[in-house]
Each structure stands twice: as structure tokens, then as C-alpha cells.
T-cell receptor, first 115, second 112 residues
Framework: AQSVTQPDIHITVSEGASLELRCNYS??????LFWYVQSPGQGLQLLLK??????LVQGIKGFEAEFKRSQSSFNLRKPSVHWSDAAEYFC?????????????FGTGTRLTIIP | DTAVSQTPKYLVTQMGNDKSIKCEQN?????MYWYKQDSKKFLKIMFS???????INETVPNRFSPKSPDKAHLNLHINSLELGDSAVYFC???????????FGPGTRLTVL
């Protein structure tokens, strides 16, 4: 069965600083990997996804993530965070279950931005 | 022009009651899902439907019964509510079973 680990429960960074959120996955086949963001009281919004091809994936809001098979990682990065980036970030791995994609989520990383 | 909508946004009820949460998507997607997010923000899939047919049922108590009257709707009915059912329930949809899932805003269920 697939699983996702987000080692950092809570990260605090200064506005304008760079950001890296860690994600490690476990899956027997080639994974489909996702990063979602959840703002307070809101639903989840897809930031980016990796299915195949280039291991460096660009997403919305200036985010990118790099798939590293050897490390089973899919870390999310942003060169300069904005106060509006404060939110909960979820990494997920997609697996196919009777033809349907089943997403397994990590426990999330809460990002706090300080001025 | 909301893509995936859920009603109600908040639901407060007593133990033992029966309640329903409605989900509608106007994206023309074939596949819909229900997820549960607990108090620790852990998200777990409950059900998925593809063209109104149940595909995934993740060991959810049979007090939870999803119903899909058509491809655009997937409602969640919960019987005999328990305290542990308190959570945020998210509906999602995707074009096909392998496409990106789009999430609704969530329904916060509180059982007293």
C-alpha cells in the first residue's frame, strides 16, 4: 500500500525567504505525485502534479517540486514566500484502484509566514 | 460558476441523528469522491464513484451511504451519527479516474 510522509508538522519562514517543504512517499510502482494547498476554512487547491517526464515540475503561485526517485521524495519549493502563502500544504501519492485513482495524503505541513 | 460545491458548509447535530451532505460539480466530470479530514487535518478517502457506480469504499462504517443520482451529484448520507463522525468532509471530482481531482470547500460536521 502507498503512503506519504511529511516530516515537518509546522514551518515558520520570513516573508521573502525561500521555502522547502519535504515529502517522502512509498509506492511499489511509478508514483503519481501531487501537492495541494489548503487555506484556512477552504478546500484543497492543486499546486502541481508529477505524472512522468521532467522531474522538475512547475506549478501555480511560483511553486515548483522535484521528483527524486532515488530518495523517494517530492519536495516543494518556492524561492521567495509571500504572506498569502500561509496555509496547510499536503503532499499526496496517487495509485490506481480498479481503474480509479486513489489519493493517499500526508499529514500536512502548516506554513506560517512572519513579516 | 463554482466548480465543486457542497451544502451545507456547516452542520451541527446531535448524536443519533441522520444527516445528509450534498455535492454537485459542474465540470462535466465522470468521477466523484468523498474524503474525511479529521481534527488533526489527516485526509482520507471514503468513497469514489465513476459514472454513478461505486468504485472505492474504504472500510467506512455502513452508517455512511453515498448516493449518486446522476454524474454531477454525489451525496453522503450518515445514519445514527456518532461523536467520532465530527470532521470536515470534502467532495472532489475528476474528469476521468486518472485525472486531477478538484475539491469542494468542505462541510464541517459537528456531532454533539
Amino acid at each position: 500500500a502507498q503512503s506519504v510522509t511529511q516530516p515537518d508538522i509546522h514551518i515558520t519562514v520570513s516573508e521573502g525567504a525561500s521555502l522547502e517543504l519535504r515529502c517522502n512517499y512509498s509506492y511499489g510502482a511509478t508514483p503519481y505525485l501531487f501537492w495541494y494547498v489548503q487555506s484556512p476554512g477552504q478546500g484543497l487547491q492543486l499546486l502541481l502534479k508529477y505524472f512522468s517526464g521532467d522531474t522538475l515540475v512547475q506549478g501555480i503561485k511560483g511553486f515548483e517540486a522535484e521528483f527524486k526517485r532515488s530518495q523517494s521524495s517530492f519536495n516543494l519549493r518556492k524561492p521567495s514566500v509571500h504572506w498569502s502563502d500561509a496555509a496547510e500544504y499536503f503532499c499526496a501519492v496517487g495509485a490506481f484502484h480498479f481503474g480509479n485513482e486513489k489519493l493517499t495524503f500526508g499529514t500536512g505541513t502548516r506554513l506560517t509566514i512572519i513579516p | 460558476d463554482t466548480a465543486v460545491s457542497q451544502t451545507p458548509k456547516y452542520l451541527v447535530t446531535q448524536m443519533g441523528n441522520d444527516k445528509s451532505i450534498k455535492c454537485e460539480q459542474n465540470l462535466g466530470h465522470d468521477t466523484m469522491y468523498w474524503y474525511k479530514q479529521d481534527s488533526k487535518k489527516f485526509l482520507k478517502i471514503m468513497f469514489s464513484y465513476n459514472n454513478k457506480e461505486l468504485i472505492i469504499n474504504e472500510t467506512v462504517p455502513n452508517r455512511f451511504s453515498p448516493k449518486s443520482p446522476d454524474k454531477a451529484h454525489l451525496n453522503l448520507h450518515i445514519n445514527s451519527l456518532e461523536l467520532g463522525d465530527s470532521a470536515v468532509y470534502f467532495c472532489a471530482s475528476s474528469h476521468t479516474a486518472t485525472d486531477t481531482q478538484y475539491f469542494g470547500p468542505g462541510t464541517r460536521l459537528t456531532v454533539l
